[in-house]
């Protein structure tokens, strides 16, 4: 094979499968291995989109591992609040966080279900939005510096976490 494209999915979000493509002489049609580290961790991605002044969600962006520290926080920066992962993905890790008396059960929860859904058990924390939309525009880029929107499409029908419906235009 001259290229491998890994449709979406695990290996889509490996950055082992491109670095292999690599070694192995093959091109890889998706982000390089060293951006798909960069944003694995979504702290990182947080603090990556903070130094290029793009707007996030109010929340830390540093992974939190003690609860009562993380209690803290969440106190400070008003509930509801949503408990996330830092390797996390596909709505697992998650917990929504109302008030103190959920805090702890919470915190626990999310660290159990991100240990063993992807080996870390780092959680970080972001202020709870009621009915956000759920807005992407795909973007196609090659190695010779072409770019091109393919469009935007409203993504917020979810049941978990997860997409149900992507409709475009939004």
Request: aromatic content about 6%.
């Amino acid at each position: 094979a001259d290229a491998i494209h890994p449709g979406y999915g695990f290996l889509a979000e490996n950055a082992a499968l491109p670095r292999a493509c690599a070694d192995a002489g093959i091109t890889f049609i998706g982000p390089s291995a060293e951006a798909m580290e960069s944003l694995g961790a979504k702290t990182a991605g947080r603090q990556l989109a903070r130094r290029a002044e793009v707007p996030t969600v109010p929340g830390i962006n540093d992974p939190i591992e003690d609860p009562q520290h993380a209690q803290e926080l969440a106190r400070n920066m008003g509930y509801p609040v949503l408990l996330k992962a830092v390797a996390g993905g596909g709505g697992k890790g998650m917990r929504l966080v109302s008030n103190d008396g959920e805090f702890v059960a919470g915190f626990r929860d999310a660290t159990s279900e991100a240990l063993n859904a992807f080996g870390n058990a780092s959680v970080y924390l972001e202020k709870y939005l009621e009915q956000p939309r759920h807005i992407e525009i795909q973007i196609l880029a090659d190695n010779h510096g072409r770019v091109v929107s393919l469009g935007e499409r409203e993504c917020s029908v979810q049941r978990r976490h997860q997409k149900v419906i992507e409709e475009a235009p939004s």
